[in-house]
């Protein structure tokens, strides 16, 4: 063993002992151990981890930091330009045709995007930005690429339009959907009309779990139900992949572009073609983790393939959950970024909590994952919501604030201080939270000609399941222990983000 690991490791040992000891004498009868080593804290529900306001609403899609940029009418995706966004949401909505959004902000993104790709910056000489590296994003996405799925990232209210299938003279002949909105098969995705019956919802999560876990997700937890995280409203983008184009609405009203669709949750077609509306009394969040490796090398087309692999994995895996509770007879959808708020979700499922940077943090892979849902009618037992500490070591480690290059996310010490105010319409407020300016954090994007991951690459609770990190968790739920956690982060080498050395790196490191 080298001088400096030995070192390290017995540092981080050291710390680990001292951590385990006093949180020992913390423990109360409403904290639980985990296999960390730590004590974790469970609640009943959300509402005792987050203050919301009386007066809080619901999020709509369209204010989205992306979606705002595709119909505000502002010019953000040109080199020259700077993004001004509607504040108000009294701002007057424009008639939207494919032509005239052709003319607007999402016509010029692509567009964009390609000349700063072209003349940005210079893909033979730039780690991270080879065309190697650029490969590696686009085979990543290849998925959703041949689905149209990519632009139900930011843009499109379902996880997946459909796709034109054509024959060899070019005529269409149907369309096959990633979505389950019209499924073309329907039988492939027909509810049974036996139930199976589970003798508790206990074992019916038991068994949900074991299936989402065999399907591919990397974590699964089970939240209730709750109106106040779905959209008010979402964004219906009728893409067709193959032609690159909006579809003219005339064809079918669902080929209309839509701001300010309602949100229906909907499990296949009836007979006679109609959508089989249900109500969702339970929501199975899944997380999917994204390559440490890769996102070390943030801000880079190597980071973002890791990020397009979990979209992937986000619409393939939601998919099959929400199949095999059809095949046992529960109606269910699945969705990806659209329909619903996947954070305040999955920290009611008791997969993780938020963050100063607003994602959610696993205790498993910290931020470095990707959340997608299915909505069932089956009532399962909910798992409870809990706290490791993230928020009280947020308020003292900033290290994501600091690496951050837009300055997007707040450096308010805590979520209390009056300065903590909402930056504009693209946040959903009402909720005690930090407050962070997500236009800002695009706009570096579209400077940088790729997608940034900085603050999850830098974050202390993004580290691989080994002993020595473990003990490095513990430290940061011990408020003795929080301030010296993130210098020794760094100290010992980690969440170092531009790295040229990470980025040159990357393809030589053992498979």
């Not at 969702?280 to 190597?302: C, G, N, Q, R, W």
Request: with cysteine; net charge positive.
């Amino acid at each position: 063993m080298k001088r400096r690991e030995f070192i390290k490791k017995g540092s981080l040992a050291g710390i680990g002992t001292a951590a385990s000891v006093s949180l020992l004498k913390q423990a109360s009868a409403k904290e639980e151990s985990t296999s960390a080593g730590a004590n974790v804290k469970f609640e009943d529900s959300i509402d005792e981890l987050y203050e919301f306001n009386k007066d809080y609403q619901r999020f709509r899609q369209k204010n989205t930091a992306f979606n705002l940029s595709f119909w505000s009418g502002s010019n953000p995706f040109t080199p020259e330009a700077k993004i001004e966004y509607p504040t108000s949401e009294d701002t007057p909505v424009k008639e939207l045709t494919g032509e005239g959004i052709g003319k607007s902000g999402f016509g010029r993104l692509l567009a964009g995007v390609l000349w700063k790709q072209k003349y940005g910056k210079d893909p033979a000489g730039t780690p991270g930005f080879t065309a190697l590296d650029k490969s590696l994003k686009d085979a990543t996405c290849a998925t959703e690429t041949l689905t149209g799925s990519i632009f139900s990232r930011a843009f499109s209210g379902d996880s997946g339009p459909e796709i034109t299938i054509r024959n060899k003279t070019g005529g269409k002949m149907f369309d096959l959907p990633f979505s389950l909105v019209k499924p073309h098969f329907p039988s492939g995705f027909a509810v049974e009309k036996d139930r199976w019956k589970f003798s508790s919802k206990k074992e019916a999560s038991q068994v949900i779990k074991k299936a989402a876990r065999l399907c591919g997700a990397d974590l699964v937890g089970i939240a209730p139900f709750d109106e106040r995280f779905i959209y008010k409203s979402q964004v219906h983008f009728p893409f067709d992949a193959l032609s690159g184009k909006l579809k003219d609405g005339k064809s079918h009203p669902d080929n209309k572009f839509n701001l300010d669709r309602p949100v229906s949750f909907i499990s296949g077609l009836d007979k006679q073609g109609k959508p089989i509306l249900f109500k969702p009394k339970s929501v199975i969040v899944l997380i999917h983790e994204m390559d440490y490796e890769a996102y070390k090398t943030s801000p880079s087309f190597i980071s973002a393939a890791a990020s397009s692999k979990g979209y992937a994995a986000m619409i393939e895996i939601s998919l099959k959950v929400a199949k095999f509770l059809r095949g046992i007879g529960y109606f269910s959808m699945h969705a990806g970024n659209d329909t619903g708020l996947s954070v305040p979700l999955a920290i009611s499922a008791g997969l993780g909590e938020g963050s100063r940077m607003g994602l959610l943090v696993t205790e498993e892979f910290g931020p470095r994952i990707r959340i997608s849902k299915v909505f069932t009618d089956l009532e399962l037992e909910h798992d409870k919501p809990k706290t490791f500490g993230v928020k009280g070591f947020c308020e003292v480690c900033q290290k994501c604030a600091d690496s951050c290059p837009s300055g997007a996310i707040s450096k308010v010490p805590r979520v209390t201080d009056p300065e903590n105010q909402v930056p504009n319409r693209s946040v959903n407020s009402g909720v005690m939270k930090w407050y962070n300016d997500n236009q800002k954090c695009l706009s570096f994007w579209l400077d940088n000609t790729i997608e940034c991951a900085n603050c999850v690459a830098c974050c202390p609770y993004n580290k691989l399941d080994t002993w020595n990190h473990d003990l490095a968790k513990v430290a940061t739920k011990v408020p003795v222990l929080q301030r010296i956690t993130r210098y020794l982060d760094e100290m010992f080498g980690y969440g170092e983000v531009g790295s040229l050395k990470n980025q040159k790196q990357f393809w030589k490191k053992n498979i």
